[in-house]
């Protein structure tokens, strides 16, 4: 049906399923590609009526399209509740911005087998990295990672003076003075590198270090770090994005392959993440910082070892 060759009830799906994953993503700032790269792979050609069997790149390519939707949505209520801090995301996006681009274009030639195995050992290591500073107490992690930045002095409930949406961190004005500035440490750099460059190669990442960093290192409370990160992923997955598309198009030869992503069927998930990136936000806004935490650790854990696994012994696209 409308060219996708997906019946009613396949399209249906699509759109909820579309919802439900988008929901989740963005109550974490978490990229769209870590639920929709495996969904599309492994779940989406067994439970959607004739939804079509892809490879690796192209459901990468594809979670990086519906990403773009459900992510202008989450950000803009993230923009409306002042969760965002633009200084904070310029000075990150300055880096991940061109490493993804360069990433992007290098993903086609790195193996798939490899991509998958890095995109859930990746959400693994992650899930540990949560655990050792928010759960288990002082260690070894808490002593690399936890170094806020000095003179910042945030807590976790902001003065009613701190608007991000406007001014930036402790951005040295008579509201912000005393309290510091924000700058990228030599860590906070590597973090952010990697972050940028896994974004191009498998769609992930470049959240997931952002909101490490700014919870774990600034100690930015965590309402404003998951606006801040999703906005900072936003705009790197759309550069990724055009490069891919840019890629498929101009340069067939790179990529090895034409337009095989499915945008058609990719139109109808998007759907679903417009209003799951609604959703999304809200949640976000009435969850605490300790549940938020939990859920996002679980989530990286559980799909880190799901595609690990699958990848180890089935393939990487089976």
Same mark, same amino acid.
């Given at each position: 049906? /409308?060219?996708?060759?997906?019946?009613?009830?396949?399209?249906?799906? *699509? !759109?909820?399923?579309?919802?439900?994953?988008?929901?989740? !993503?963005?109550?974490?700032?978490?990229?769209? +590609? $870590?639920?929709?790269?495996?969904?599309? =792979? /492994? $779940?989406?050609?067994?439970?959607?009526?004739?939804?079509?069997?892809?490879?690796?790149?192209?459901?990468?390519?594809?979670? =990086?399209?519906?990403?773009?939707?459900? &992510? #202008?949505? #989450?950000?803009?209520?993230?923009?409306?509740?002042?969760?965002? %801090?633009?200084? $904070?995301?310029?000075?990150?996006?300055?880096?991940?911005?061109?490493?993804?681009?360069? +990433?992007?274009v290098g993903s086609y030639a790195v193996p798939s087998t490899a991509l998958? =195995?890095? /995109? @859930?050992?990746? *959400? $693994?290591?992650?899930?540990?990295?949560? &655990?050792? #500073?928010?759960?288990? @107490?002082?260690?070894?992690?808490?002593?690399? =990672?936890?170094?806020?930045?000095?003179?910042?002095?945030?807590? %976790?409930?902001?003065? %009613? #003076?701190?608007?991000?949406?406007?001014?930036?961190?402790? %951005?040295?004005?008579?509201?912000?003075?005393?309290?510091?500035?924000?700058?990228l440490e030599p860590l906070d750099t590597a973090m952010t590198v990697v972050g940028g460059a896994l974004a191009g190669l498998v769609g992930i990442a470049v959240g997931e270090l952002t909101q490490t960093m700014l919870t774990v290192r600034k100690k930015v409370p965590v309402g404003i770090s998951t606006g801040t990160s999703a906005f900072v992923l936003h705009l790197t997955i759309v550069s990724a994005l055009i490069t891919n598309v840019a890629l498929l198009r101009f340069a067939p030869s790179i990529a090895g392959e034409g337009f095989t992503v499915p945008f058609g069927v990719g139109i109808f998930v998007a759907i679903g993440c417009l209003f799951g990136g609604q959703m999304g936000a809200y949640l976000n806004s009435r969850l605490s910082e300790a549940a938020v935490i939990r859920m996002l650790m679980v989530a990286y854990f559980l799909v880190g070892v799901l595609v690990s696994v699958r990848t180890l012994f089935l393939g990487a696209t089976h």
């Amino acid at each position: 049906m /409308f060219g996708t060759g997906i019946p009613p009830v396949g399209l249906v799906l *699509l !759109v909820l399923l579309g919802f439900t994953i988008a929901t989740t !993503v963005n109550t974490f700032a978490m990229e769209a +590609a $870590v639920l929709f790269t495996p969904a599309f =792979l /492994f $779940v989406f050609p067994r439970v959607v009526p004739g939804f079509p069997s892809i490879g690796v790149n192209a459901a990468i390519g594809l979670a =990086l399209f519906v990403e773009l939707f459900g &992510y #202008s949505s #989450s950000v803009a209520a993230y923009w409306f509740r002042h969760q965002i %801090d633009f200084d $904070v995301a310029r000075k990150v996006l300055a880096i991940t911005v061109p490493v993804a681009v360069v +990433a992007r274009v290098g993903s086609y030639a790195v193996p798939s087998t490899a991509l998958m =195995l890095a /995109f @859930g050992g990746l *959400l $693994v290591v992650l899930s540990v990295v949560l &655990y050792e #500073s928010h759960e288990h @107490g002082p260690s070894l992690m808490d002593a690399l =990672l936890e170094k806020p930045v000095s003179g910042l002095g945030l807590t %976790d409930e902001l003065p %009613d #003076s701190y608007e991000p949406r406007t001014r930036a961190l402790a %951005d040295g004005g008579t509201e912000g003075a005393g309290r510091g500035s924000f700058h990228l440490e030599p860590l906070d750099t590597a973090m952010t590198v990697v972050g940028g460059a896994l974004a191009g190669l498998v769609g992930i990442a470049v959240g997931e270090l952002t909101q490490t960093m700014l919870t774990v290192r600034k100690k930015v409370p965590v309402g404003i770090s998951t606006g801040t990160s999703a906005f900072v992923l936003h705009l790197t997955i759309v550069s990724a994005l055009i490069t891919n598309v840019a890629l498929l198009r101009f340069a067939p030869s790179i990529a090895g392959e034409g337009f095989t992503v499915p945008f058609g069927v990719g139109i109808f998930v998007a759907i679903g993440c417009l209003f799951g990136g609604q959703m999304g936000a809200y949640l976000n806004s009435r969850l605490s910082e300790a549940a938020v935490i939990r859920m996002l650790m679980v989530a990286y854990f559980l799909v880190g070892v799901l595609v690990s696994v699958r990848t180890l012994f089935l393939g990487a696209t089976h």
